[in-house]
């Protein structure tokens, strides 16, 4: 427990209080041709967090919808404060003090962070909003996790870090006896991870039950008074947190036993640049220069808000630059729309994978080949010959070990870890030979990680140059050639070999 999180509640807290608030007994739940839940039965006691960890796919998301009224089971109970419930529509579980805080931030764009926060509990007076008491009262919660933020911001405004911690705010606001967290430290800081686990620990003192979903198992490990680890619709097993290891919870996630994490890396051939970037400025990023080798893997490291993604974004095309050079294999290039950096061989994973990064509602198919659609387009028609476009695909995502019974299946219906996947697909039936991933592993379980950290060193193996952007810094330790580090969008260090640790991009990224 990291001591921030300790002065919080002046020590380690109470343990779990007693009896179960919440339990599951014998659920099961399916779908056509799929059996999502399998007689799962689980208990959360009360005033405890309660871990639950699995590979996507395992049956996580199906049994949080069920305790948040999105999903109906097809069997079983759900046993509330010891009388049985029945969940119909979320409202019903809201009311009872159930919150949810999905991994897919949903928060009302048009609206202010304030009104966000208290969505479902703005205080009115005669029908009227009592504006002033409604922005009081969200700005206590919201200091509660340290959003220092103006909250008179458009939802919209915000970055994928700010609004997650609106969400969480707006739990608080409610007054839920049992939040479920998902995911909840995807793209927040190291500052705000600390705040945020200091908020878990805080609610845990006062009585809440949190049960809190993450594939980062050192925060379940840190946090959790008890694991539940779950794998192909089933409860694997429930254990008290301090009789596990990150080992043990691995291997009972992924089935087998686990080797090393990281790919071995490979020593760089002398070559000359496949990119290089002079002066680039935008935004908050202020003259940023660097170079990328073929083979190599270059990781851009640095606090949220650093400018990290926006340096690839303006390389991309993506976000337009002030100024700055870019050229590739020595040649200067005009970027100023992405297709002008697919056309020279880059290709861009970004942050927000459902968001940006592809269209979930279209085929796997269908995003896979979007940027190469030309080469399956008949002659004068427009039409797409669909089947040599799936004969194209298929090879691809089979050699990626992407997971789906047919290409013709939207891409949504994906695990987080396969959808990542087949974006690499996409980029790898273009010829890329640039590769920018930003956040390549967030929400995508340890086994699944570990294939995208072989898939990210292939790349590089085959000459590509990669860079990686990552909030997990043992991701950019264990992966990277180099790592140039961000603070407040410019360059504060480049640290390479053995010189890349853990404490060595900290103190670059906190350097007075």
């Given at each position: 427990m990291s001591a921030s999180a300790q002065a919080a509640l002046g020590g380690e807290g109470p343990a779990p209080a007693g009896g179960p608030l919440l339990e599951v007994r014998g659920v099961n739940k399916g779908f056509p041709g799929v059996t999502a839940l399998s007689d799962v039965s689980v208990d959360f006691a009360r005033g405890e967090v309660h871990g639950l960890v699995g590979e996507n796919g395992a049956g996580k998301s199906t049994l949080l919808k069920i305790l948040s009224g999105i999903y109906i089971p097809d069997s079983g109970e759900i046993i509330w404060d010891g009388e049985q419930v029945s969940f119909r529509v979320p409202p019903d579980a809201v009311k009872l003090g159930i919150e949810l805080i999905p991994q897919e931030l949903s928060l009302a764009p048009g609206l202010s962070a304030a009104e966000n926060i208290m969505m479902g509990s703005i205080p009115s007076r005669l029908g009227r909003v009592r504006w002033r008491e409604m922005e009081a009262q969200a700005k206590r919660v919201a200091a509660t996790v340290h959003l220092g933020i103006d909250l008179r911001r458009k939802a919209a405004t915000l970055s994928a870090a700010e609004q997650r911690l609106v969400m969480i705010a707006r739990a608080l606001a409610r007054r839920s006896r049992l939040i479920i967290m998902d995911e909840p430290t995807v793209s927040l800081t190291a500052t705000e991870v600390e705040a945020l686990k200091a908020?878990?620990?805080r609610l845990r003192g006062e009585g809440v039950t949190v049960i809190y979903v993450s594939h980062r198992l050192d925060e379940v490990l840190e946090l959790t008074d008890r694991v539940t680890v779950m794998k192909d619709s089933r409860i694997v097993a429930t254990e008290p947190t301090a009789a596990v290891t990150k080992r043990v919870l691995i291997e009972q996630i992924i089935g087998r036993s686990y080797g090393e994490q990281f790919p071995e890396r490979r020593a760089l051939a002398e070559a000359p640049p496949v990119l290089r970037v002079r002066n680039l400025s935008g935004g908050i990023v202020q003259g940023v220069s660097f170079e990328l080798r073929p083979g190599e893997i270059l990781g851009l490291s640095g606090l949220v808000g650093s400018g990290r993604s926006e340096i690839v974004r303006m390389v991309f095309g993506a976000d337009s630059r002030s100024s700055g050079e870019i050229e590739i294999d020595g040649r200067a290039l005009k970027v100023s729309h992405p297709r002008h950096a697919i056309g020279a061989g880059m290709g861009l994973l970004p942050e927000d994978r459902r968001g940006q990064g592809a269209i979930v509602e279209m085929s796997i198919a269908a995003n896979v080949s979007l940027p190469t659609i030309r080469r399956f387009a008949m002659r004068g028609t427009g039409m797409v010959r669909e089947r040599a476009e799936s004969r194209a695909v298929l090879e691809r995502i089979a050699r990626l070990n992407v997971a789906t019974p047919s290409v013709r299946r939207p891409l949504k219906f994906l695990s987080g870890g396969n959808q990542q996947k087949a974006l690499i697909a996409k980029w790898e039936m273009s010829d890329i030979r640039l590769f920018m991933f930003d956040e390549p592993t967030a929400g995508v379980d340890v086994g699944a990680k570990q294939e995208i950290y072989s898939l990210i060193s292939e790349l590089a193996e085959r000459g590509a140059g990669v860079i990686?952007?990552?909030?997990?810094?043992?991701?950019?330790?264990?992966?990277?050639?180099?790592?140039?580090?961000?603070?407040?969008?410019?360059?504060?260090g480049v640290l390479e070999g053995d010189a890349i640790s853990e404490a060595a991009i900290l103190e670059l990224c906190y350097e007075a």
């Open positions: 908020v878990v620990l990686v952007i990552s909030s997990e810094i043992e991701e950019v330790v264990g992966l990277c050639h180099r790592v140039l580090v961000m603070r407040e969008g410019r360059n504060v």
